[in-house]
Antibody
Framework: EVQLLESGGDLVQPGGSLRLSCAASGFTFSNYVMSWVRQAPGKGLEWVSTISGNSGTTYYTDSVKGRFTISRDNSKNTLYLQMNSLRAEDTAVYYC??????????????????WGQGTLVTVSS | DIQMTQSPSSVSASVGDRVTITCRASQDISSWLAWYQQKPGKAPKLLIY???SLQSGVPSRFSGSGSGTDFTLTISSLQPEDFATYYCQQANSFPLTFGGGTRVEIK
């Protein structure tokens, strides 16, 4: 069974830093593109960042570029999100998720399945 | 960026009703569209991908259709466990974007 377990969410002051982790199991982690998606309280879903299986390619939503860094350790089956210069608008539940399938011939199935249970990041003084 | 617009934002329906939710993309995304279901306090769950492919384990009362810019999620006979919020997502290009959500409520 595929499992994704996030951790690291906390209350942090504006301007502070936090690192989220996502422990993966039940699949060959290195073969899959991984992503972070967030959801502010009472709001909709927002894609944050994506990383390829070999860490060679990363993508970010504009609002976090230069502040957040996605990374992975395939030897530990773990995905990370380093978040710096945090703002109040970063307050959200952060979900770890994987692409439904592996990429093939340059085409990637950018559908998210499954999702972890989420970890709450609160940015407030 | 591709904007995804869902309608309605909420719908009240009864068990057994047919429910249709629409999603419109701001540009042609071919069939690069997914639908998710989210219940309160839970993570989203993939229902439909590639506009019309049913994810494994999802009941057949859920179906998706459309291509280009206009898409539809249909629940053929609403069940008690289907009361939730539904999101569409375009997978055509980065940044990946979601619709604003449609809340399906009990009438």
């Amino acid at each position: 069974e595929v499992q994704l377990l996030e951790s690291g969410g906390d209350l942090v002051q504006p301007g502070g830093s936090l690192r989220l982790s996502c422990a993966a199991s039940g699949f060959t982690f290195s073969n899959y593109v991984m992503s972070w998606v967030r959801q502010a309280p009472g709001k909709g879903l927002e894609w944050v960042s994506t990383i390829s299986g070999n860490s060679g390619t990363t993508y970010y939503t504009d609002s976090v570029k230069g502040r957040f860094t996605i990374s992975r350790d395939n030897s530990k089956n773990t995905l990370y999100l380093q978040m710096n210069s945090l703002r109040a608008e970063d307050t959200a539940v952060y979900y770890c998720t994987k692409y439904l399938g592996s990429c093939s011939g340059g085409s990637c199935p950018r559908w998210f399945d499954p999702w972890g249970q989420g970890t709450l990041v609160t940015v407030s003084s | 960026d591709i904007q995804m617009t869902q309608s309605p934002s909420s719908v009240s329906a009864s068990v057994g009703d047919r429910v249709t939710i629409t999603c419109r993309a701001s540009q042609d995304i071919s069939s690069w569209l997914a639908w998710y279901q989210q219940k309160p306090g839970k993570a989203p769950k993939l229902l439909i991908y590639a506009a019309s492919s049913l994810q494994s384990g999802v009941p057949s009362r859920f179906s998706g259709s459309g291509s280009g810019t206009d898409f539809t999620l249909t629940i053929s006979s609403l069940q008690p466990e289907d009361f939730a919020t539904y999101y569409c997502q375009q997978a055509n290009s980065f940044p990946l974007t979601f619709g604003g959500g449609t809340r399906v409520e009990i009438k």
